[in-house]
């Protein structure tokens, strides 16, 4: 996260903002945990406003290798904690370039609010179709 999105709690962020900065220059890793327990505190903030006469799902997509970089302080226990206190918020995992046998998935799976919400995508094609079925899935 950057501090265009009102987070900022690593003196050096790896987040969207400094890749576009650095013109997707890749460095490798990803602070998971941080992300994901951020976004869970978001919905909890006095910054998430859902205006008059609307109705909005919570709902938080990770799509990822399922590996943290471990740089953060945030840990796979941190987030399992947040997300039972919010249970209101939903977490759907997408392993991106691994297999439902790769141990990471199953760090995936444990994120996610169930077992129908962890899933892999193989390719840009079942990337799509997962994202569109979310539109579906209330």
């Known amino acids: 996260f950057q501090a265009e999105d009102g987070i900022r709690d690593l003196v050096r962020s790896r987040g969207l903002g400094d890749v576009y900065k650095r013109q997707l220059e890749t460095r490798g890793g990803t602070n998971l945990y941080q992300s994901v327990f951020q976004a869970l505190r978001y919905f909890r903030s006095s910054s998430y406003k859902v205006p008059p006469n609307t109705t909005r799902r919570k709902i938080i ?54 077992r129908k919400s962890c899933t892999v995508a193989g390719d840009a094609a079942s990337l799509k179709k997962i994202i569109t079925s979310f539109s579906e899935d209330r």
Not at 64 to 77: F, M, N, T, W, Y
Not at 80 to 91: C, P, Y
């Open 61 to 114: 997509v990770v799509l990822a290798d399922g590996q943290d970089d471990g740089l953060s302080q945030v840990k796979l226990p941190n987030v399992l904690d947040a997300h039972r206190r919010n249970k209101d918020v939903k977490i759907r995992t997408i392993g991106f370039g691994i297999t439902t046998r790769d141990p990471l998935y199953q760090v995936l799976c444990q994120m996610a609010s169930d």
